[in-house]
């Protein structure tokens, strides 16, 4: 704790520009850099931290319990794959935390105000909140930690309020502050207009036509439709997710579903959860005053990761009114009739819970042999896994989709997952050694399985995973690829007047082509 802050270069992010800061009203936005000697901070700054670390301990019971109730076990510390990859203590979630918690002990309890140091108390200084803001940007709020700690303490859930604080002294960082600005503007991160949103998916019509020989046709912004659909907009613009994309158009297309897409409400990720909870209720909100808009049932979720942590576990509290007056009801599919009682509250379904529901009741006319070349294995994403507990239904799938499926070791998939080393707005491209170093634990099960079985796909339900784990597996495995579970699906279906099908999604030879050429 002694030691001053060391801030070096790729293993931070850049610091936001002050162009995003001011779209949504953000304090003290100006340039500045981590590596400068000074900040910019507000005059008042101790003052508007202290103010806030009062008013977080008043409003958050799960906050102010945290910094009372570690017995510094230590049980948690080893099991961060940032302090797994890096070898910094400072990134043991218990010293994270103890970072934040020693100027609560100085300023909130008694015996840090009369024994400072001795009772591992600290003031708030500029070292010390440099300090802060390089280790809370090296935590992907991924909640592995908690899994093993004795008390349920959530390190995640103290870097969320920490990076609050440092949001209100202007201190973001751009992969954040940018699709937070973006999104808030024009409905998604990447700040897709309308048009170039639904030119994108005209172009998945065209690669999907030239692949199956179906012409598939969603409809947009429809007013009227049972069901509205909410995916991240890497789905539609970043590879390999665009294949997951197209895998939810060719899904949609064959069921007949009666689905709307949204050029507005045309994000599911939420980057307001990394920044404050008044963010993530404002952008949050979008979704569902589109689904009262367009008069929807209920709201059809693709593959993503911290979208489904702000609904499962903030919606019942955060915007739970916000479907009074809308057609939005309990969720029930069309196709088999199952209540989705789970989404009872949010009104809103996970893909696969929906497709593995139609799975069950044979509702899809699958030849996983199709997707034979592939021996997959699955990563679980952080916040599917433990925020939600969807654990079996994306398996459920992906085993009727493909024969050639192995779990990586008991100890880093479900519960226990490692993240993909990116999350939490990490996923940039200057923090690169950050974020090798914090996925050497993922890559090192997916070696595991590559070693042992062949595998040579890690399937996920992310699209921040999607995005993060191509670059991991280049640098650690290259010989896996990555894809989401729906671009499985699809490559596995047999579609109503389909051509005799040579590629998959990616127009790349299927594996029985490739058998007859070998012979
Ligand atoms: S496991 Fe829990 S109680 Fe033990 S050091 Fe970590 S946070 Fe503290
Ligand atoms: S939440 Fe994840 S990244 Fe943060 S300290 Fe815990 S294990 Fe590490």
New binding site residues.
């Given amino acids: 704790m002694q030691t001053p802050v060391d801030i070096k270069p790729a293993m931070h992010c850049y610091a936001c520009e002050p162009a995003r800061l001011k779209v949504v009203d953000f304090p003290n936005p100006r340039v500045w850099s981590a590596m400068d000697e000074d900040w910019k901070l507000p005059k008042n700054w101790k003052e508007i931290v202290m103010d806030a670390f009062k008013d977080r301990l008043d409003r958050f019971r799960t906050f102010k319990l ?1 910094m009372d ?9 080893d ?1 961060c794959h940032f302090f797994i990859g890096s070898a910094d203590p400072k990134n ?3 010293l994270r ?1 103890e970072l934040i918690r020693s100027v609560y002990r100085r300023n909130f309890t008694a015996a840090g105000k009369v024994f400072g140091k001795l009772a591992g108390a600290r003031d708030l200084d500029y070292g010390v909140l440099k300090e802060w803001w390089y280790y809370l940007y090296q935590c992907s709020e991924c909640r592995r ?2 899994v ?6 959530d ?1 995640a859930d103290i870097t969320i309020i920490g990076r609050e604080f440092t949001n209100l002294l202007g201190l973001n960082i751009d992969w954040i502050a940018a699709p937070v600005a973006f999104c808030y503007r024009t409905g998604n991160h990447l700040g897709i207009q309308p048009h170039a949103y639904k030119s994108m998916l005209e172009f998945f019509q065209d690669e999907i036509e030239e692949v199956t020989g179906v012409r598939v046709e969603p409809s947009y912004n429809r007013k009227g439709a049972e069901i509205l659909f909410i995916t991240p907009s890497g789905d539609v613009f970043a590879d390999p997710g665009t294949y997951t994309c197209m895998g939810y158009m060719i899904l949609f297309h064959e069921l007949g579903l009666d689905v709307t897409w949204s050029t507005y409400a045309s994000e599911g990720g939420n980057f307001g959860l990394f920044t404050s909870h008044e963010m993530m209720k404002r952008l949050n909100a979008k979704m569902y005053m589109e689904a009262k808009r367009l008069g929807v049932k209920w709201i059809l979720g693709g593959e993503c990761g911290h979208m489904w942590r702000v609904i499962n576990q903030y919606m019942a509290t955060m915007n739970y009114d916000i479907a009074e007056g809308s057609k939005l009801e309990e969720p029930v599919s069309p196709l088999t009739g199952t209540k989705f009682e789970s989404a009872k509250g949010t009104k809103m379904v996970h893909i696969t819970e929906f497709t593995a529901d139609l799975i069950k009741h044979n509702k899809l006319k699958l030849d996983p042999k199709r997707n034979d070349k592939v021996k997959v294995t699955f990563h679980d994403s952080c916040n599917p896994a433990r925020a939600m507990g969807l654990l079996e239904e994306p398996r459920y799938v992906i085993k009727n989709v493909c024969n050639h499926f192995y779990e990586m070791p008991s100890t880093t998939i479900r519960e226990q997952t490692f993240c993909c080393g990116g999350g939490s707005g990490l996923n940039a491209g200057e923090d690169v050694e950050l974020r090798m170093r914090g996925g050497l634990p993922r890559a090192n099960a997916v070696k595991f399985v590559h070693d042992k079985y062949g595998v040579n796909m890690l399937s996920c339900i992310c699209a921040i995973d999607r995005a993060v784990l191509p670059d991991l597996m280049k640098y650690w495995v290259p010989e896996a690829g990555v894809c989401g579970v729906h671009e499985l699906v699809a490559n596995a279906m047999v579609l109503e007047g389909e051509k005799e099908k040579t590629v998959d999604l990616r127009n790349e030879p299927l594996a029985e082509t490739e058998d007859a050429e070998d012979v």
């Fill in positions: 945290f109730i570690c017995v510094r076990c230590g049980a948690c510390a099991k043991m979630p218990v935390a930690c908690s093993f700690c004795p008390y349920g303490i390190t």
